[in-house]
């Protein structure tokens, strides 16, 4: 009976272990929204982002749970087929979040091969369709599973950093994540916020 416990228990180990590396590749080759690296500092970076299509829904969400949940399932919606051209978008990375203490919103960056003009149109109609533009930003990086705790704290972080450099920023401190939620180790979050650049 043990023996047999833990037969089952490698196996279980075993399929976990493959399914986090085939998580791991396929998150590699999803499309990533290019930016470029113009100042590398030891707690952040300073990026330059260029234009971008997004689709964006925007909701009465004041955590990341709530965001994120509602928020995936509309927009996963529309990139699997929930549009008038019932056609498949490539999911990208990372998904941008925009928390606040009335009005949330979550986005997804489109292909690049979409525009504004080319994109089919959403069935929903919360979502919208907006060319982002570009802009110049301070991003920190951190690890593992994100939560409102951990955005606030390095929001914080990156907030102190800025003033110690004197670096001027303006809007919201937003958070991009970049992986599912199966994948269990090197897991990408960031918080970003523009900056006078």
């Known amino acids: 009976m043990m023996k047999s416990m833990l037969v089952v228990m490698g196996l279980l180990v075993t399929a976990l272990i493959s399914f986090q590396i085939y998580s791991t590749m396929a998150t590699t080759k999803s499309e990533t929204q290019p930016y470029q690296i ?10 330059y982002y260029p234009t971008a299509t997004v689709a964006t829904v925007a909701m009465a969400a004041r955590t990341y749970k709530e965001l994120s949940a509602t928020g995936f399932r509309k927009l996963a919606s529309f990139i699997f087929g929930g549009n008038q051209a019932n056609k498949n978008i490539a999911m990208t990375k990372p998904v941008h979040m925009d928390i606040n203490d009335s009005l949330s919103s979550m986005s997804f960056v489109m292909p690049a091969e979409y525009t504004k ?9 919360a979502i919208k369709i907006t060319a982002k533009l570009e802009e ?14 951990n955005i606030k704290m390095y929001t914080t972080k990156l907030k102190n950093a800025l003033k110690e450099k004197g670096i001027e920023y303006y809007g919201n401190f937003r958070f991009l994540g970049y992986n599912a939620p199966y994948r269990f180790w090197s897991r990408r979050n960031e918080i970003i916020v523009s900056v006078r650049w």
Not at 39 to 47: D, G, N, P, Q, S
Not at 117 to 125: E, F, H, I, T, V
Not at 136 to 149: K, Q, S, T, W
């Open 136 to 149: 110049y930003v301070a991003a920190i990086r951190f690890d593992g599973y994100a939560n409102d705790a």
């Open 117 to 125: 003009g080319n994109l089919p149109q959403p069935n929903d109609s």
């Open 38 to 47: 113009l100042k590398t500092e030891k707690e952040y970076e300073i990026r």
